[in-house]
C-alpha cells in the first residue's frame, strides 16, 4: 500500500472485507475485478520521471480515485451504460445543425453520419434513425457522391473530390439505414476505376489521388469493394504480401513496413486480412504469438482501458481498435478471451462516460462523436464473441463468416441487459447483418 495513510489503507482494507463477504453471497465479477484493478501497480516508484511517466501517473491517479468512489459505494451502485442520456447526445446532432466552431470537420461530413448514426444503432435507437429528418439527412450526404468521366467516390464533403476514407465511411451509413434507392444511385463501375487508379504496384492503396499510403487506406479499399460486390483479382493483386509485411518486430502493425506498430492501423490490417483469407490461413500468414503479446500489453492494470501504442495512455477509442482487433484475433488464434473483458467493461462504465451525455477518451475529457461511437464498438467487443462459420463463409465469402454471440458464461464477464449493446460486424464495424443485406444487395445485380 506504499505511501498511504493510515485511513486510506483502512479504508481499502474495510473493501476487501465487504468484498469478501460479496464473494459469499453472490459475487459481482464487475466489482470483483474492480477491487483487483484498484490494489493494482503502476509505474513503479523507481521510474525516472520523464513527461511520458508524470502523464501516466496522472491518469492512474485520476482513474484511481473514481474506482474508490465506486468501491466505496457498494456493488449495487456500480455504473450503468447511460444508454438514455447518449441516445440523446446521438440524435441532438442527427437532427439539428452543428454549430459554427465545428467548421472545422468541413471535411468530414461523411465520418460525423456514420458515427453518430452507427453508435445510435448499438444503443438499439434504430427507430430513430428512421425518421424522415434523419432520412434528409442521409439524401443530403448522398450530394458528397462526387464523379467525373471515370471515377466515382464520397467526398468528406459537397464538391469534395472522391476519399476512400469518407467513401468507407458512407457505406457504412447507407448500409445502417438500408436505403436501397441510395444503394441504386452508387456507379459501381466508377468505384472500380477509383480503385484501380489507387492502387499501387506494391499492393496497397493511396486513400485518395496524390495522397498517403497506409494500412487504413488498404482497409478502406477492400471494405468498399466487397460492400459493392465489387472486389476481384485485380484488386486483390499484391496486397496480402504488402498487409503482412506491415508487422513490426514488437508484433503489432504499423501503417506502412518499418513505422511504428499502432492499433488503429493494426486492426486495419487484421480486418484487410479477414477480407481476403480465412482465419486458419492469416495464423499461417503472420506472427500470432508476437501479435498476442504486443496487444496484451496494450491493456493497462489499473485503468482496465487500452493504449495504442507502446509507452502511450489509455485512450476509449481504442477500445474498439484494439478491442475489435482481439475479437478478430481469437478467432485467428484460438484463444477466447485475449483481453480481459470486464476490466475494459469497467473501464468504460465507469471513466468514459460524460454528463449528461457523450462518451470519452478518458476522465476529465469532453465527449465527441468519434469517442463515443468507438467507445461503444469497445463495449461491443467486450460483450460478444464472434464465431467463424465456415459454412456462412463458404456461402457469402470469407469477409461474411464471422457471426456474433453474446458471451454466455459469466466467470469471462457480467453482463447486465442495462448495459447491453447491440452486436457488430467485427470486419466492417457496423451491426450484425446490416453490410451482408447490402453486399447481397449489389450481388443480385447485373456485374458492374
Excluded at 483502512?10 to 484493478?37: I, P, R, W
Excluded at 511517466?53 to 474506482?67: A, G, M, N, T
Excluded at 463501375?189 to 485518395?208: C, T
Excluded at 471513466?351 to 469517442?371: I, M, R, S, T, W
Aim: net charge negative; aromatic share 10%.
Amino acid at each position: 500500500m506504499g505511501d498511504e495513510s493510515l485511513e486510506e489503507q483502512f479504508k481499502k482494507l474495510k473493501f476487501l472485507v465487504e468484498l469478501s463477504a460479496h464473494k459469499n453471497q453472490n459475487s459481482n465479477l464487475s466489482f470483483d475485478t474492480l477491487v483487483q484493478m484498484d490494489e493494482s501497480d503502476g509505474i513503479s516508484p523507481s521510474e525516472p520521471i520523464s513527461d511520458t511517466v508524470e502523464k501516466q501517473l496522472e491518469v492512474e491517479d485520476s482513474v484511481q480515485k473514481i474506482y474508490d468512489d465506486v468501491l466505496s459505494k457498494g456493488s449495487e451502485h456500480f455504473p450503468a451504460l447511460n444508454r438514455k442520456g447518449h441516445l440523446i447526445y446521438t440524435n441532438i446532432f442527427l437532427h439539428k445543425p452543428l454549430p459554427s466552431q465545428m467548421t472545422v470537420l468541413d471535411a468530414s461530413h461523411c465520418w460525423i453520419l456514420y458515427w453518430l448514426i452507427n453508435a445510435t444503432s448499438l444503443l438499439g435507437g434504430v427507430q430513430s434513425i428512421k425518421n424522415d429528418v434523419c432520412q434528409n439527412c442521409i439524401k443530403m450526404a448522398m450530394s458528397y457522391l462526387y464523379e467525373d468521366d471515370e471515377d466515382e467516390g464520397f467526398g468528406g464533403g459537397y464538391m469534395q473530390t472522391p476519399h476512400l476514407a469518407d467513401t468507407y465511411a458512407m457505406l457504412c451509413t447507407l448500409a445502417i439505414v438500408g436505403d436501397e434507392e441510395c444503394w441504386s444511385q452508387i456507379d459501381r463501375k466508377k468505384v472500380y476505376h477509383l480503385l484501380l487508379s489507387l492502387k499501387n504496384k506494391d499492393g496497397s492503396f493511396a486513400i485518395a489521388k496524390d495522397s498517403e499510403t497506409d494500412t487504413r487506406s488498404v482497409y478502406c479499399a477492400l471494405c468498399t469493394a466487397c460492400m459493392l460486390n465489387i472486389l476481384d483479382d485485380e484488386l486483390k493483386k499484391g496486397v496480402e504480401d504488402w498487409i503482412v509485411s506491415c508487422q513490426t518486430y514488437e508484433g503489432g502493425f504499423a501503417g506502412n513496413p518499418g513505422d511504428e506498430a499502432h492499433s488503429g492501423y493494426t486492426f486495419c490490417a487484421i480486418a484487410s486480412l479477414c477480407i481476403l483469407e480465412s482465419p486458419a490461413r492469416i495464423a499461417e500468414l503472420i506472427n500470432v504469438d508476437s501479435l498476442l503479446r504486443w496487444l496484451c500489453h496494450r491493456q493497462y492494470a489499473i485503468e482496465g482501458g487500452l493504449s495504442g501504442r507502446t509507452n502511450k495512455l489509455v485512450d476509449g477509442c481504442y477500445s474498439h481498435w484494439g478491442g475489435g482487433t482481439a475479437a478478430l484475433l481469437e478467432c485467428i488464434s484460438g484463444n477466447r478471451n485475449v483481453i480481459n473483458r470486464t476490466a475494459l467493461q469497467n473501464y468504460i462504465l465507469c471513466c468514459c462516460q460524460a454528463e449528461p451525455f457523450g462518451l470519452v477518451d478518458k476522465p476529465g475529457k469532453y465527449p465527441d462523436f468519434y469517442h463515443t461511437n468507438y467507445v461503444l464498438c469497445g463495449l461491443s467487443a467486450c460483450q460478444h464473441y464472434q464465431i467463424y462459420d465456415e459454412k456462412l463463409a463458404l456461402k457469402e465469402g470469407t469477409a461474411f463468416g464471422y457471426r456474433p454471440i453474446t458471451i454466455p458464461d459469466e466467470k469471462v464477464i457480467t453482463i447486465d441487459e442495462k448495459n447491453l449493446v447491440e452486436a457488430l460486424d467485427p470486419v466492417f464495424v457496423a451491426p450484425s447483418g446490416s453490410v451482408l443485406k447490402m453486399r447481397n444487395y449489389y450481388r443480385e445485380l447485373m456485374p458492374c
